[in-house]
T-cell receptor, first 111, second 114 residues
Framework: KNEVEQSPQNLTAQEGEFITINCSYS?????LHWLQQHPGGGIVSLFM???GKKKHGRLIATINIQEKHSSLHITASHPRDSAVYIC?????????????FGQGTILTVHP | DGGITQSPKYLFRKEGQNVTLSCEQN?????MYWYRQDPGQGLRLIYY???????QKGDIAEGYSVSREKKESFPLTVTSAQKNPTAFYLC?????????????FGPGTRLTVL
């Protein structure tokens, strides 16, 4: 079993739909990251969370430390949101910035 | 513009040849990282460097080598000892290798070994 599991692996939505991507992890963490990878391959950091909730535009990320679970929500989805969304965690006590990554969720938003 | 550059974007090599992937950053970041991405799998850490002239093995360092002679540069050599070198390689950097530091990623190099 991977330390970081994402669900679903593939997600298809119609423009305007509310989208949720889930991330569960099995280790104690100091921080959780949500990343976005576009078809060309480049990766952009969306959020870094250690507790609670963060919002940026139409994106909302939440984390529940006790349940070892995080969600990424996209409101009013748009075709330009189509990308791979990756969850990554930094273990507690790690002396360097090592991240453990989930396998990614492929999101396709149709017009 | 500040950022991370990787070159080339696509690279083809014959089996048995060593190949070096370039990674340069002008963000004045101390820490740099190399990851490998395979289809259906999460990114895996190959090597990382917290400071110039120092680097450490990651989870899958076998068959790879790196150097960190300059703060801006962290080249990765894929040697002939790497059994499955065909993959997408991503370089990243962060201000420091510590808790709370966001990693910034380059555009990646797709290596195909024929």
């Amino acid at each position: 079993k991977n330390e970081v599991e994402q669900s679903p692996q593939n997600l298809t939505a119609q423009e305007g739909e509310f989208i949720t991507i889930n991330c569960s992890y099995s280790v104690g963490i100091s921080a959780l990251h949500w990343l976005q990878q576009h078809p060309g391959g480049g990766i952009v950091s969306l959020f870094m969370l250690s507790s609670g909730k963060k919002k940026h535009g139409r994106l909302i990320a939440t984390i529940n430390i006790q349940e070892k679970h995080s969600s990424l929500h996209i409101t009013a989805s748009h075709p330009r949101d189509s990308a791979v969304y990756i969850c990554a965690v930094r273990g507690r006590g790690t002396s360097y910035g090592k991240l453990t990554f989930g396998q990614g969720t492929i999101l396709t938003v149709h017009p | 513009d500040g950022g991370i550059t990787q070159s080339p974007k696509y690279l083809f090599r014959k089996e048995g040849q060593n190949v070096t992937l370039s990674c340069e950053q002008n963000l004045n970041h101390d820490a740099m990282y190399w990851y490998r991405q395979d289809p259906g799998q999460g990114l895996r850490l190959i090597y990382y460097s917290q400071i110039v002239n120092d680097f450490q093995k990651g989870d899958i360092a076998e068959g790879y080598s790196v150097s960190r002679e300059k703060k801006e540069s962290f080249p990765l050599t894929v040697t002939s000892a790497q059994k499955n070198p065909t993959a997408f390689y991503l370089c990243a950097s962060s201000m420091a290798a510590g808790v709370g530091d966001t990693q910034y990623f380059g555009p990646g190099t797709r290596l195909t070994v024929l």
